[in-house]
């Protein structure tokens, strides 16, 4: 269904995203490549036989589920935002995403550094979360 030309023209649909839609946007391009870390991690555990490879893998479980809940609430808030995030393009260190945030368009670069510390500092966040006690 078309959008009526009064939203369309609706200067407020056009305002840069807030903080917290920049946030969204973060990590709905961070969470999912950590999650996929994780899930690598996992099965790397299930081929080598180790003494405490069941209390790993059962920690790589508690993370996978806890970012997958994480990962859904994300995208059901992007979409109740009208935000919509896609991968554009991928050069020498940089990777660019594409955001459309109710009309205003943008492109976020970030390095692969970036990107991996970024990762880094999500896992130990959520490995921390699991052996602390509410």
Do not use: W
Not at 12 to 17: F, I, S
Not at 97 to 125: K, L, M, P, Q, V
């Amino acid at each position: 269904m078309a959008m009526p030309l009064t939203e369309l023209n609706d200067p407020a649909l056009h305002y840069p995203p807030s903080i917290e839609d920049i946030q969204l946007i973060q990590e709905s391009i961070v969470l999912p490549l950590a999650l996929i870390v994780v899930e690598r991690n996992r099965r790397e555990l299930d081929r080598k036989a180790r003494a405490l490879r069941s209390i790993f893998a059962r920690a790589a479980d508690l993370v996978m589920m806890q970012m997958k809940a994480d990962l859904t609430l994300n995208t059901r808030l992007l979409i109740r935002s009208g935000i919509t995030v896609c991968k554009d393009s991928h050069s020498n260190g940089n990777v660019s995403y594409r955001y459309n945030c109710r009309g205003f368009e943008e492109t976020a670069a970030f390095s692969h550094e970036y990107i991996r510390n970024e990762i880094n500092r999500r896992i130990s966040a959520y490995n921390t979360g699991i052996f602390t006690k509410p």
